[in-house]
Antibody, heavy 119, light 107 residues
Framework: QVQLQESGPGLVKPSETLSLTCTVS????????WSWIRQPPGKGLEWVAY???????NYNPSLKSRVTISLDTSRNQFSLNLSSVTAADTAVYYC?????????????WGQGTLVTVSS | DIQMTQSPSSLSASIGDRVTITCQAS??????LNWYQQKPGKAPKFLIY???NLETGVPSRFSGSGSGTDFSFTISSLQPEDIGTYYC?????????FGGGTKVEIK
């Protein structure tokens, strides 16, 4: 059974960089797309970025200038960096796997981690 | 960006009722439409892909239909464990986008 687990600081100061890691267990990171999706408290879901196991990436244009997604196949992990954060970046951040060889079907999700941006 | 509009935003129904949620895309997305269920404090769960295909292990009371711009999601007989928020999501174009969600409650 594939499992995903997000990790990283729960509190980030404004203007700093949010850094999260997703560790994949029970399966290989190879041959799949891997995404970050976020959800502000009480609101809906927003796709942030994806990375393919080959290293190709795609970002939501609304965040593109501030986001970097990367992959460490040796550790079965992928990561998210979001720079220059503001209170609007406060959200639960989920990592998810793209199903069936497609970037846009999310079959496995992490439990989510709340990141609060506050001084 | 493709806008996904769900309705209603919330509904209350009795156990055993048939429940239908609609999702409209701002442009033709063929059948590249998925549905997810999210329970409070939990990650979304993948239910339906390509508009009408049930993910393995998902109860058959859930179904989806539609193509182009208009889609629907149905629970044929509402059960207590079905409470939560349901989201549609398109993957025809980047950026991937979700509907605003429909909160389903028991009357």
């Amino acid at each position: 059974q594939v499992q995903l687990q997000e990790s990283g600081p729960g509190l980030v100061k404004p203007s700093e960089t949010l850094s999260l890691t997703c560790t994949v267990s029970g399966g290989s990171i190879s041959s799949y797309y891997w995404s970050w999706i976020r959800q502000p408290p009480g609101k809906g879901l927003e796709w942030v970025a994806y990375i393919y196991y080959s290293g190709s990436t795609n970002y939501n244009p609304s965040l593109k200038s501030r986001v970097t997604i990367s992959l460490d196949t040796s550790r079965n992990q992928f990561s998210l960096n979001l720079s220059s954060v503001t209170a609007a970046d406060t959200a639960v951040y989920y990592c998810a796997r793209g199903a069936m060889g497609a970037a846009g079907l999310f079959d496995y999700w992490g439990q989510g981690t709340l990141v609060t941006v506050s001084s | 960006d493709i806008q996904m509009t769900q309705s209603p935003s919330s509904l209350s129904a009795s156990i055993g009722d048939r429940v239908t949620i609609t999702c409209q895309a701002s442009q033709d997305i063929s059948n590249f439409l998925n549905w997810y269920q999210q329970k409070p404090g939990k990650a979304p769960k993948f239910l339906i892909y390509d508009a009408s295909n049930l993910e393995t292990g998902v109860p058959s009371r859930f179904s989806g239909s539609g193509s182009g711009t208009d889609f629907s999601f149905t629970i044929s007989s509402l059960q207590p464990e079905d409470i939560g928020t349901y989201y549609c999501q398109q993957y025809d174009n980047l950026p991937l986008t979700f509907g605003g969600g429909t909160k389903v409650e028991i009357k």
